[in-house]
């Protein structure tokens, strides 16, 4: 028979973080630190009104790109938490979650040999989508020195006469990084001189740690908006992972052929989920105090830890992952976090699954509860000391 795969979806890897979410699911007694879910529930006022429009029949089709009364939220929500202005008629959309709207904004922007520039670690989806959109992933490995930050001179070197995507995702899985405004001003100088385009990914842009400081959007700065497509969701801020719900933000120009992609693929997000969403948008703010304010808790308690245990990671100051630096075992990262799932049954993510630049390093998730975590690095200490006994022999 012949063939009935496609050579480019076949050279493409699974996910390195669902390996082991499958292996502890499987397992009695395991706690996973694995995945980047919030383990609150998704506010119940925001569930109320999903629930309400159920009850009132709003079952149908929405436009394509997006309930009107969401759009025109979302930028209430963007002007007021970041600075930007979007015109709600031509440039924003909604996607199902924000892994649709990197996905279509790859395939939109890309022709065969776009080379696009992905900073590593990162988030598992940039290179594959940029595989699929017949672009060229190049990453960018991030340094430990630089706290994981992109430096101008990291991206001055990686430009080509080919370049055309600049991937920005901060604050960064699987790391924490952040970029603070001086960084992206660099950047942007940068951008505009070798007239680049942006793909920012802001989903955790409302879990930053910064005393005094919030997220900075590259597309606030001057000159960038034109240049930026900006992707954010509903998922980590407001722990509606299962309702599916993301948005971009960007050129009409590019808007527009984002939005076809969309129609002819989806034809909307789900209507109950958007509903939804206009409530979150309109009253969430408090909900994300009290578990930005919980998970800041966390990140302290998991850094403690860690200085106790004497396993070296720099502070993270976004999102809700640490990235512990093991090379002091000689194991490499998917050997550490497969002996210690196997020996201790806590399931971490090797820094490998995020990019080659991971090696070395281990992703841990503190979007759990404090009682999951006190026993899962109780677990780790124990893992570390008989490691470092073992070498010390």
């Not at 397992?27 to 630190?33: E, G, N, V």
């Not at 963007?78 to 959309?93: F, H, P």
């Not at 034809?267 to 948008?281: F, H, I, L, N, R």
């Not at 979007?367 to 470092?388: C, I, P």
Request: aromatic letters at 10%; proline letters at 5%; one cysteine or more.
């Amino acid at each position: 028979m012949r063939n009935p795969l496609s050579k480019t979806i076949t050279t493409i890897q699974p996910s390195g973080i669902r390996k082991f979410f499958d292996i502890v699911s499987e397992m009695d007694d395991a706690i996973s630190l694995g995945v980047g879910e919030p383990d609150f529930d998704t506010p119940w006022h925001i569930r109320d009104e999903g629930i309400y429009s159920l009850e009132k029949g709003k079952t149908f089709y929405t436009s394509n790109s997006g309930l009107k009364e969401l759009k025109i939220e979302i930028i209430k929500f963007l002007e007021r938490k970041y600075g930007l202005s979007y015109d709600y008629m031509n440039e924003i959309m909604i996607t199902v979650g924000g892994s649709e709207a990197i996905d279509i904004a790859m395939r939109a922007m890309l022709d065969p040999g776009d080379e696009v520039l992905i900073p590593q670690p990162s988030y598992v989806s940039y290179v594959p989508c940029c595989i699929l959109a017949n672009g060229t992933p190049v990453p960018i490995e991030l340094q430990a020195k630089d706290q994981f930050r992109l430096t101008a001179k990291q991206l001055e070197d990686a430009i080509t006469d080919k370049t055309k995507l600049l991937v920005l995702p901060f604050p960064n899985n699987p790391t924490g990084a952040i970029m603070d405004k001086e960084d992206l001003e660099a950047i942007a100088k940068i951008v505009i001189e070798h007239d680049l385009y942006v793909l920012s990914d802001e989903i955790y842009s409302e879990l930053t740690y910064t005393e005094g400081k919030s997220h900075v959007s590259i597309a606030s700065l001057p000159g960038m908006k034109e240049r930026t497509i900006v992707i954010n969701g509903f998922s980590k801020a407001f722990a509606m992972t299962g309702w599916r719900l993301g948005y971009a933000c960007g050129p009409k120009v590019i808007l527009d052929q984002m939005l076809k992609i969309h129609q002819f693929a989806i034809m909307c997000a789900p209507t109950t989920s958007q509903y939804a969403a206009v409530e979150a948008m309109k009253n969430g703010d408090k909900d994300i105090e009290m578990m930005r304010e919980e998970y800041n808790g966390r990140r302290r308690y998991l850094l403690h830890r860690f200085k106790e245990m004497k396993l070296e990671c720099f502070e993270p100051l976004g999102a809700f992952y640490a990235f512990p630096c093991i090379k002091e075992f000689n194991m490499t990262s998917e050997e550490f976090a497969t002996e210690f799932l196997k020996n201790k049954k806590v399931a971490i993510v090797p820094g490998t699954a995020f990019g080659d630049s991971g090696e070395g390093y281990l992703r841990v998730s503190y979007a759990y509860s404090l009682d999951d975590l006190k026993v899962a690095l109780d677990r780790l200490e124990e893992f570390v000391t008989e490691l470092r006994e073992k070498k010390n022999k």
